[in-house]
């Protein structure tokens, strides 16, 4: 597997080449968020707005009724907790096109609740006007900046730093509400988004592996999430369908299937994977996927209920399919 270091560092500097109307702030977090490449090549069209978050929405939605694209970097948390209320009324209100990038959302960092954007879905999605955006891999990262300035009005994206692995094509970039269809199978349905999907990818292996015929799908878009073809394959397994992401399980992934499962009568048992209506803690973002059940083993236990078979799992199997080298020494998902 392919791991690209940086690459929302050199898709943000390709992007300011090509536009001459995008902006980029940073609220004292610009290397963490890899907007500093940005300001040394283009200093006069970065704008370092200090520890103030909700001063940092305001300022962008004025340069974006000046017809500017301000593209606004921090922690992800910062962004919706500390400024929902200038997002709400001086930005989502009157549609302006701002992008707000959020890095560590959910347990992609130790740096405990003050630092793990576990609502964000939830928040975001339900302001008016607002598209809610995740990525996945280095393809989505690389795309997703240029699929969010194409948007007319605000764009939350929870993204990746660091060393990101490629798990999708180069050649298909991420597109709106538009799922990618990892794997198909008739049992289960499993669907997964961020951080969670390279895990699936592993539990969707072993399955495979263990005699279980399943289907995977990633999706990246919660907001809008009208895609016709979600619907059919929500529909189609025996057994019934396992959502797993990297945020609570209120208001995220799971509750957007729900939504969509009721709107069109699919009747399937769903399990929601994700964090449990509760707080993180600091460690490791290995242990934290393992402690709230948002890796393989959590995803194949949930296959396994669904089924109504226990497979005779052990741990050399989840071995033999995961890949070390995503996760180095250089800490990518330290603070």
Known sequence: MEIVVQPHAKSLKALGERRADVLVLSADLTS?????????????????CGIAEQ??????????????????????????????DQIAMSVAYPNLPVKMLGFLPGVTTPG???????????????????????????????????????????????????????????????????????????????????????????????????????????????????????????AQPKHGIISV???????GLGTVLSEMMVRNRIARPLVTLGLADTFAHGASRRFLMREHGLDAKAITAAAEQLIGTQLGLVDSDFSTVRIEAVHSNARAEAM
Do not use: W
Not at 32 to 48: Q, V
Not at 116 to 127: C, G, K, T, Y
């Open 245 to 251: 992401e990297n945020h609570t399980t209120v208001g």
């Open 32 to 48: 963490s968020c890899e907007a500093d490449y940005f300001k040394g090549t283009f200093p006069e069209r970065f704008i370092s």
């Open 55 to 84: 001063n940092m929405l305001s300022i962008a939605g004025g340069l974006a009724r000046e017809g500017f694209i301000p593209l606004v970097h921090t922690f992800a948390v910062f962004i919706y907790r500390r400024a929902l």
């Open 112 to 234: 405990g609740a003050t630092h793990q954007a576990i609502d964000d879905v939830a928040v975001m999605r339900a302001l008016p006007n607002m598209t809610v955006l995740e990525v996945g891999d280095a393809t989505e990262v690389e795309s997703v900046l240029d699929l969010a300035c194409e948007m007319p009005g605000p764009v939350y994206v929870r993204m990746l730093r660091g060393e990101v692995p490629r798990l999708f094509d180069r050649a298909e970039p991420m597109r709106l509400d538009t799922p990618r269809v990892l794997a198909s199978g008739s049992d289960l349905l499993v669907v997964s988004a961020g951080i969670c999907t390279e895990e699936a990818m592993r539990a969707v292996s072993v399955l495979t592996a263990h005699g279980v015929s399943v289907a995977h799908v990633h999706v990246s878009t919660y907001k809008p999430f009208a895609n016709p073809v979600l619907p059919i394959l929500l």
